[in-house]
């Protein structure tokens, strides 16, 4: 199932995220040309700034491969951290929505000396708290330095994660890649998730 990608002409609004009125924070955005101005200390994660949807394949010891569908917001209000939320869904092999899949929040944050922290909280029930550094401009490596489940929580023992922009020689920009490894006890890395995203807002 394609993602749909929203038609934009030069009479087209420029998007962002939707905004509840009242409060007297900055708003979350997605858009860089709209709200408040990033943080010069996010600099290295710039390029993550905006909504990604797109498709991707998964695996789960035991269960096997499926297809999923995905949206990313990776977002700011000024602070020196991205406000980082994922949510997907499983697609059937008619390529039609079967239910609901991973969902995690949390934030991404990086210091002078590039260090990059993610902090992950999952739907399925863990806290996942990722260290790592930049590749180059465009791309990022992770890994899980402390994972903490509940008790009726996954058994992912550890992770890594490699983030990418990468361009398309059919579209202006780049879509956001990855690819995610996980263990289970003390068993070796496999490959868990990869998906491929195209710019929807930003």
């Given at each position: 199932m394609a993602v749909q990608q929203p038609e934009v002409t030069e009479t087209s609004p420029p998007q962002n995220l939707p905004a509840l009125p009242g409060l007297p924070l900055p708003e979350d955005t997605a858009n860089l040309r709209f709200g408040p101005d990033l943080?010069?200390?996010?600099?290295?994660?710039?390029?993550?700034?905006?909504?990604?949807?797109?498709?991707?394949?998964?695996?789960?010891?035991?269960?096997?491969?499926?297809?999923?569908?995905?949206?990313?917001?990776a977002a700011h209000d000024g602070g020196d951290y991205l406000i980082w939320e994922s949510r997907s869904w499983r697609i059937d092999q008619d390529g039609n929505y079967a239910g609901p899949d991973a969902r995690e929040s949390g934030f991404w944050?990086?210091?002078?000396?590039?260090?990059?922290?993610?902090?992950?909280?999952?739907?399925?029930?863990?806290?996942?708290?990722?260290?790592?550094?930049?590749?180059?401009?465009?791309?990022?490596?992770?890994?899980?330095?402390?994972?903490?489940?509940?008790?009726?929580?996954?058994?992912?023992?550890?992770?890594?994660?490699?983030?990418?922009?990468?361009?398309?020689?059919?579209?202006?920009?780049?879509d956001l890649a990855y690819v995610e490894e996980r263990s289970v006890g003390e068993g070796e890395f496999y490959p868990a998730r990869s998906a491929r995203l195209q710019r929807y807002i930003g």
């Open positions: 943080s010069q200390g996010l600099l290295g994660l710039l390029p993550l700034v905006g909504v990604w949807r797109g498709e991707g394949e998964a695996h789960e010891p035991g269960q096997g491969d499926y297809h999923f569908g995905q949206q990313i917001v944050r990086i210091d002078a000396n590039d260090d990059v922290e993610l902090i992950l909280t999952h739907a399925s029930g863990a806290i996942e708290v990722y260290y790592g550094k930049p590749r180059n401009q465009t791309s990022w490596e992770l890994g899980t330095d402390v994972v903490v489940r509940t008790s009726s929580g996954g058994i992912s023992a550890a992770a890594k994660r490699l983030y990418g922009i990468v361009t398309d020689p059919d579209r202006a920009g780049g």
